[in-house]
């Protein structure tokens, strides 16, 4: 790996004593936080829309909503995480996480849709704050294997939630499981204020960043091809995670619980998966073959995971998908750490961008799955858009530069004052 910029820490911080264990675990918490909210709603769309009397467009919001959230607040995060600082950045985040548990006593479809848009707050400022708080405590090789533990940690959580809503809703109200997944985000609430120690830092270097800065850095060629490859697979990821139950329950035969197991796979094959991802990050001195190799992977399984008729050729397929749609994720967000130039507000911005450009694709994959659903009555033409955006990993694994972690973000003076 190219060496770590050396704007990368901010000595005012105790950077590498012990406590940054304590961080380690608030931050991998935050992750699974996330992960175990985000999709816990996917298994139970088919009672949401037996309970409301809604169609399944209407169904599909319940797993966008929060990601059009997530989406239009990303790249402001990025911008106001720089302004808050980075204590305040993950209460708003935990706080916002919390709220959620009160969906099981929403008494209506809207009431639980701004109840889940909480999620999306929560998302986004948590995950754009994590990038500098890993700058500011971790060595550079620590970073990349954080990476890999936070996004195995957000996987663990989305598999937890999908493989387990589904049977919780059998002994309770739907509704009810849903708040079972938010109640961690109250207990994190607390653990935040009480243990993080960054409290002194009001804002991440004292300056912020302008937006002819954000402007310069977002022109960066290797940073939109990163952005745009991530956005593709979490079109395919998000559309499959949140109707492949019910379109295994309608076109397969399989139960609502089974139907979430096999989906559940996606999260659960993605903890193994981006923790590989992390190990072999720290020995490749090009990412290109990693996101060649995962683009792959992701566009086979992807085809296979909703084409394939049988049990015993969908799993290996939905198994492929999950190790194509996590292997590359460590990566690529190390890569804009390591890049030259990088300040802690640019890779704040650079994270929020990630949010933004995949938090939008993916809002609009899951409605178009169900929107083609309702006016088709098959969920194939839906799937097949999405599975086809996911080959834009691939592509761009060719069209990156071999030393892209070496590549120069340049900024005038005069864009920081």
Not at 108 to 124: E, P, V
Not at 157 to 169: M, Y
Not at 331 to 359: D, K, N
Request: hydrophobic fraction near 55%; charged fraction near 5%; aromatic fraction near 10%.
């Amino acid at each position: 790996m190219a060496n770590p910029s050396p704007n990368i820490s901010n000595p005012s911080n105790p950077i590498y004593s012990r406590y940054r264990f304590v961080i380690a675990a608030l931050i991998i918490a935050g992750h699974m936080t996330v992960g175990l909210n985000v999709f816990a709603v996917s298994p139970l769309l088919p009672m949401a829309i037996d309970d409301y009397g809604i169609n399944r467009t209407t169904a599909g919001l319940l797993v966008a909503l929060p990601l059009m959230v997530t989406a239009a607040i990303g790249l402001p995060c990025g911008i106001l995480v720089a302004r808050i600082g980075l204590h305040r950045s993950f209460v708003i985040g935990w706080a916002a996480l919390a709220l959620v548990s009160l969906s099981g006593f929403a008494p209506n479809i809207i009431t639980l849709l701004l109840l889940r848009s909480g999620i999306g707050l929560g998302f986004a400022f948590i995950i754009t704050g994590t990038g500098p708080l890993l700058m500011q405590w971790f060595r550079p090789k620590e970073i990349v294997m954080m990476n890999a533990f936070t996004t195995a940690a957000l996987s663990l959580g989305i598999a937890l939630s999908v493989g387990t809503s589904a049977p919780l809703a059998t002994v309770m109200d739907w509704q009810m499981a849903l708040t079972i997944f938010a109640i961690p985000g109250a207990a994190g609430l607390v653990a935040w204020t009480l243990l993080n120690r960054s409290t002194d830092c009001a804002t991440i270097t004292g300056r912020g960043i302008s937006l002819l800065e954000v402007g310069t850095v977002l022109r960066n060629r290797s940073i939109m091809l990163l952005l745009i490859a991530d956005a593709g697979i979490l079109v395919q990821y998000t559309a499959f995670t949140g109707w492949l139950p019910t379109f295994y329950n309608e076109h397969r035969g399989i139960s609502l619980s089974q139907a979430g197991f096999i989906t559940g796979i996606l999260p659960f094959v993605g903890v193994f998966a981006v923790l590989a991802g992390g190990a072999v990050a720290l020995r490749v001195t090009s990412p290109r073959p990693l996101f060649v190799a995962s683009g792959l992977l992701a566009g086979v399984g992807g085809l296979g995971a909703f084409l394939m008729p049988e049990l015993g050729l969908i799993y290996p397929s939905v198994v492929l998908l999950s190790i194509g749609s996590w292997l590359y994720v460590p990566t690529l967000l190390t890569l804009p750490i390591q890049m030259h130039g990088m300040t802690p507000e640019r890779v704040a911005v650079v994270w929020g961008s990630f949010l933004t450009f995949s938090g939008f694709a993916m809002f609009i994959s899951p409605i178009l799955v169900g929107a083609f659903r309702d006016i088709s009555s098959s969920f194939f033409p839906g799937l097949a858009v999405c599975a086809i955006a996911s080959w834009s990993l691939l592509i761009a694994g060719f069209l990156l530069p071999i030393n892209v972690n070496e590549t120069t973000t340049r900024t005038a003076h005069s864009t920081s004052d």
